[in-house]
């Protein structure tokens, strides 16, 4: 019918994925329907594979703002779309597959935190990864750990498995719940004026700084806590810190103390924090390839 919305050309309709796509494995149920491991049956080429139900046209508006997303943020730091496919009432999302997964899974599997070399390559990388979000009006709005990727060569992959992120040009917000608190930052709690304005992308900046953070100690600040209070503790307290700052360098305690202001206002943009020394033209990935390799050799133990 002429109602229906204009047809997204990033979505392929009425062809069976599963011609061209092998599923060879599950990836864990994930919070929207399940996640399989695929394979091209041409190329090779290996993905990790979301199906969704749609039920409604509004579903359907909703992940083609995660479609639209991604089909515009290309780049090595953000999570590329292979392709998407509308069949069979579902929506298939071929996601590139990133070998060693995500970052809080790799320091609990190796149940130690990142040496501050491999923060200051993942940091330098999610910077970039997020200037590009931001150049394309694109709120991240859930960055942590668990939504940080790494390939098998060091690459770092920001992907959002909650799908939280918000595309500001068309002022879609994604489910209103909110997301997990502890790298939440004290507007967002607040729903304050700064929410909905040109500052609203300053939160990734400050759940940033939260990540580093949890990079260097595994945990967020106050994980203990019970989330309620989490959201209170973030108003009210000052801005939280490293356990133990001798451990490391004044630069790293600088970048996170620029991060963790909480007038948003005052909070650097990714490509302003892109200048700062601790990760300025840092570039170098071998500390990373230590980890994956690492946790390639834990995970294959079994
Ligand atoms: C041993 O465990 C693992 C786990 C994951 C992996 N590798 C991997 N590689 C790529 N994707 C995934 C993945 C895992 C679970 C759920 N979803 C995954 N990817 C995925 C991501 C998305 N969407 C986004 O990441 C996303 C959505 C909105 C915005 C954004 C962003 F703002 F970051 F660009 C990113 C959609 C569909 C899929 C299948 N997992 C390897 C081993």
Same mark, same amino acid.
């Given at each position: 019918n002429h %109602? %229906?919305?204009?047809?997204?050309?990033?979505? %392929? %309709?009425?062809?069976?994925?599963?011609?061209?796509?092998?599923?060879?494995?599950?990836? @864990?149920?994930?919070?929207? @329907?399940?996640?399989?491991?695929a394979q091209n049956k041409e190329t @090779?080429?290996?993905?990790?594979?979301?199906?969704?139900?749609?039920?409604?046209?509004?579903?359907?508006?909703?992940?083609s703002v995660e479609i639209n997303i991604l089909a515009e943020c290309v780049h090595r730091n953000v999570v590329g779309l292979h392709e998407a496919f509308f069949f069979d009432g579902k929506l298939w999302m071929f996601i590139e597959f990133c070998g060693a997964g995500a970052?809080?899974?790799?320091?609990v599997d190796l149940e130690k935190p990142l040496t501050e070399s491999q923060i200051r390559y993942v940091c330098h990388e999610m910077c970039v990864g997020l200037d590009v979000l931001h150049r394309h009006h694109v709120i991240h709005r859930d960055i942590k750990a668990g939504n940080v990727l790494l390939t098998m060569d060091?690459?770092?992959?920001?992907?959002?498995? @909650?799908?939280?992120?918000?595309?500001?040009q068309t002022h879609q917000r994604r489910d209103t719940f909110i997301g997990t608190p502890y790298w939440m930052a004290p507007e967002?709690?607040?729903?304050?004026?700064?929410?909905?304005?040109?500052?609203?992308?300053?939160?990734?900046?400050?759940?940033?700084?939260?990540?580093?953070?949890?990079?260097?100690?595994?945990?967020?600040?106050?994980?203990d806590m019970h989330p309620m209070r989490v959201l209170i503790k973030i108003q009210k307290a000052d801005p939280p810190s490293l356990d133990q700052p001798s451990k490391w360098s004044k630069q790293f305690i600088n970048f996170i103390n620029k991060c963790l202001v909480k007038d948003p206002k005052?909070?650097?943009?990714?490509?302003?924090?892109?200048?700062?020394?601790?990760?300025?033209?840092?570039?170098?990935?071998?500390s990373i390839l230590d980890l994956i390799y690492e946790s390639q050799k834990e995970t294959s133990r079994y």
């Open positions: %109602k %229906k919305g204009q047809w997204n050309k990033n979505i %392929k %309709k009425d062809i069976d994925p599963l011609q061209q796509w092998e599923i060879i494995g599950e990836l @864990g149920d994930g919070a929207f @329907g399940s996640v399989y491991k @090779g080429v290996l993905a990790a594979l979301k199906q969704v139900t749609i039920n409604s046209e509004e579903d359907l508006e909703d992940f970052l809080d899974s790799i320091m060091g690459e770092v992959k920001l992907a959002d498995f @909650g799908v939280s992120a918000k595309n500001t967002v709690i607040l729903c304050e004026t700064l929410k909905d304005t040109p500052y609203d992308f300053k939160a990734d900046i400050w759940s940033l700084g939260i990540t580093l953070i949890e990079f260097a100690q595994i945990e967020p600040p106050n994980k005052q909070r650097p943009t990714a490509a302003e924090l892109l200048e700062h020394p601790f990760i300025k033209d840092y570039t170098d990935k071998s």
